[in-house]
């Protein structure tokens, strides 16, 4: 029984620990994840969970007929690995849907979609 | 309680049990995660470890005892899709429980699953495995119940995640469900025992079971990520309310078990974190065969592929980067 204790201890101090890795999962974005906004924005960044590497990541903005409106590829913000952010077009008033396929410092992949709407 | 009762309690005892045992794994499909569930196994194929399940329950026997499990399940993926789970079980009937009325303890049957992931659709975020789960007979103690032959239970396990609903119905795109259907064959079709006072034989039929069951959840981390951060607390963004049904039905060779479905409801919550969840659910009986009180049911369950991701944590045999995902 204190074996099992001890091991149950262990595996979770490494589980909570900060440098635990783990799949890179949406953490919050801007424009929110379902947000309104009044007016285009320049971009949109994702905050994941965990570093990623963006040369094997993605993000696509797609207005409601298809059409992308990223300009050119995610990149890295400055000083923090966890972050992607990718530049748009300006955005008419409409519902826009953000792609994202990334791949974690720890090789995991993952993807995910949102959407977010420009208007009064 | 003659030899046959007695039997026939045990068995009964043994086929809820054996859908109450360590249920794991958790699966990422595109946008869904679905996590590791307590009373059923979802479709899941990982490396991850459910250390300790704890359940508290009251037998449907009669009279009832109280029963305490402690369980473990250590999966470890073979390949990307395939896996196999080991998963022991520990058992302490308190009296009027057991052979002699005195209660026992000891170790339930060992259980060996083996889970093939064989379809996974991110966009739709559906999965579908198969596997076959290994009773092991005489692995355990007969006083908790552990049969003397092999039950084999080939399953075929499901997830859906509702995130493909329209914006229109955004309200219920965190919705998911999981489910399983297993048939459990056992290796002996029957067992004769003979009163060494009076010499009569009793023969106890060990029927064929249709296992069922199915989780309907509601992820909070899926309606922040994916649908709309309303700005909850972080604690909260990290849960996942959950219903799970477990069921066994007798289907056949059933001349002694019956053929009543028993079975548990379990409401409860699941916390997910990045690399551990835990999660809590009472345990309420369906019927009287199944229990006499409410029960409760609490694990910590360990992903090993985010906690080891270079060591422990992959697949044996892996083309190099762990696919999370296997998009289109």
């Known amino acids: ?15 909570c620990a900060p440098g635990a890795q783990a799949h890179a999962q949406l953490d919050h974005a801007s424009p929110a994840v379902g947000s309104a906004v009044k007016s285009s924005p320049k971009d949109v960044t994702l ?21 992308a409106m990223n300009r050119g590829s995610a990149r890295a913000v400055s000083g923090n690995t966890a972050q992607l952010r990718v530049e748009v077009k300006p955005l008419k008033a409409g519902t826009y849907t953000v792609k994202w396929r990334v791949l974690s410092v720890d090789t995991h992949r993952t993807q995910g979609s949102f959407s977010f709407s420009v208007g009064p | 309680m003659t030899n046959r009762t007695s039997l026939a309690a045990l068995y009964a005892a043994a086929i809820v049990l054996a859908g ?8 990422i499909v595109g946008n869904r995660m679905f996590p590791a569930t307590l009373a059923i196994d979802d479709p899941g194929v990982a490396d991850e470890l459910a250390l300790p ?10 009279p009832s005892a109280r029963q305490l499990d402690v369980s473990a399940e250590y999966s470890k993926r073979i390949t990307e899709d395939f896996a196999i789970a080991f998963a022991p079980t520990w058992s302490r009937i308190s009296a009027p429980g057991g052979p002699a009325g005195n209660g026992a303890a000891g170790f339930q049957n060992l259980e060996t699953t083996f889970k093939y992931r064989a379809y996974a659709n991110p966009e739709h975020e559906f999965v579908v495995s198969t596997g076959l789960s290994i009773e092991w007979g005489g692995s355990g103690a007969q006083d908790v119940g552990a049969d003397r032959f092999t039950t084999y239970t080939p399953t075929l396990y499901f997830g859906k995640g509702f995130g493909d609903l329209p914006a229109s119905m955004n309200w219920a795109r965190p919705f998911a469900i999981t489910g399983q259907v297993g048939y459990a064959i056992p290796g002996s079709t029957s067992t004769t025992t003979v009163d060494p006072d009076t010499g009569d034989a009793d023969t106890e039929f060990h029927p064929r079971v249709l296992v069922w069951g199915a989780s309907l959840q509601y992820s909070l981390p899926y309606l922040k990520s994916a649908v709309a951060d309303i700005g909850l607390p972080e ?8 219903v799970e049904a477990s069921m066994q039905t007798p289907v056949s060779n059933t001349l002694t078990s019956g053929t009543v479905t028993t079975g548990t409801i379990n409401p409860g919550v699941l916390w997910v974190g990045q690399s551990m969840q835990v999660g809590i659910e009472a345990v309420i ?11 409760v049911i609490g694990q910590m369950h360990f992903f090993l592929d985010d ?19 296997r998009g289109p």
């Open chain 2, 53 to 62: 399940t704890i359940s508290l329950t009251k037998s449907g026997d009669t």
């Open chain 2, 20 to 27: 109450m045992m360590p249920a794991s794994s958790h699966e």
């Open chain 1, 1 to 15: 029984m204190r074996t099992a204790i001890i091991a149950i201890a262990i595996l979770t101090s490494i589980a």
């Open chain 2, 285 to 295: 009986p369906v019927n009287r065969q199944s229990g006499t009180s409410v029960g």
């Open chain 2, 307 to 325: 906690i080891f991701p270079h060591s422990i944590g992959r697949p044996i045999f892996t083309s190099g980067i762990a696919a999370a995902n």
């Open chain 1, 47 to 67: 905050s994941f969970t965990e570093a990623v590497e963006p040369k094997f990541s993605s993000i696509e903005v797609i207005d409601a007929q298809g059409a």
């Open chain 2, 235 to 242: 604690f909260v963004n990290h849960l996942i309310p959950i």
